[in-house]
């Protein structure tokens, strides 16, 4: 796994709030984003922030929302699907546990979760239209 993070995404309890928290609070540049959309991302510096309602992201990285899962994904792009999957079985090799096998994403991307000794969730991710 190359040592980068490409995306780190924090489930929040109000997105409307949050955008205004991020966005004009902290002045994070926000991309455009539809009204009815579930989630915002704001360009960093080398990297992206996310905000996705906390139900869907513990849905999304198969982890339980019962007060036990942090709320923050942390995310690796990579350029090809079959990268995503040496990342996964790596991750398992070196003592990480698969908790949702790469597969197609309804955002038209490839990724899967693992988690490693502290449940930590990492999501790689193949996205076709920004790899990497």
């Known amino acids: 796994m190359d040592p980068r993070i490409t995306l780190l995404t924090l489930g929040v309890s109000d997105l409307a709030g949050s955008i205004r928290f991020y ?25 992206w922030l996310s ?29 090809t699907k079959e990268a995503v999957d040496a990342v996964l079985d ?16 309804f955002w038209g991307g490839y990724s899967g979760y693992f988690a490693d000794p502290d449940d930590h969730r990492w999501e790689v991710a193949y996205p076709p239209l920004s790899a990497e």
Do not use: C
Request: charged share 25%; hydrophobic share 40%.
């Open 90 to 105: 790596e991750a398992a090799a070196s003592g990480g546990r698969i908790v949702k096998p790469a597969q197609e994403t």
């Open 51 to 79: 905000l996705y309602p906390k139900d869907l992201l513990a849905e999304d990285a198969a982890a339980t929302d019962d007060g036990g899962f942090s709320g923050v994904t942390i995310a690796h792009n990579v350029s």
């Open 23 to 47: 966005r004009d609070g902290l002045g994070l540049p926000m991309q455009d984003r539809a009204d009815d959309s579930d989630v915002a991302f704001f360009s960093l510096d080398g990297a």
